[in-house]
């Protein structure tokens, strides 16, 4: 586990100025900018940064002639929850995850009402109104991203 052991650990960050940008989701102004991970020892990119994975795979394509341009698509996806509780004691470990569109919300008492409308198990890859919850909030977090 972990990129180096802890004799070669250390690691600079290089700030990479065309990728900042003013976060949207802070009152306060802040900056996010991403940055190469550079190992100290050779002032060259990490071998295993995913920034310098991809420059390293772009110009093997090039280099090979098997094409001059590589498109990278992540996926991101992620789970919104309503709350997340963990303990870790001595004797336990435990996790406890509430979500309005979980399956087992569906007897729950919510702001006065529990219509029912919930994805069964493993049925929320795609859901959509009645039973998705959080159509508001994608909606707005796209709008944010394309503004």
Known sequence: ?????????????????????????????????????????????YDRDPRSIARRAEAYLKSSGIGDTAYFGPEPEFF????????????????????????????????GQNTGHRPAVKGGY?????????QDLRSAMVNILEG
């Open 1 to 45: 586990g972990g990129w180096k052991g802890i004799e070669a650990s250390d690691m600079q960050l290089r700030p990479d100025a065309s990728t900042a940008f003013v976060d949207p989701f802070y009152d306060d102004v802040t900056v996010v900018i991403t940055c190469d991970v550079i190992d100290p020892a050779d002032g060259q990119g």
């Open 80 to 111: 919104v929850f309503d709350g997340v509780e963990f303990e870790t004691d001595m004797h336990k470990t435990r996790y406890e995850i509430t979500s309005e569109s979980g399956a087992w919300a569906s007897g729950l008492h919510m702001d």
């Open 126 to 134: 795609a859901p959509v109104a009645p039973i998705d919850c959080g």
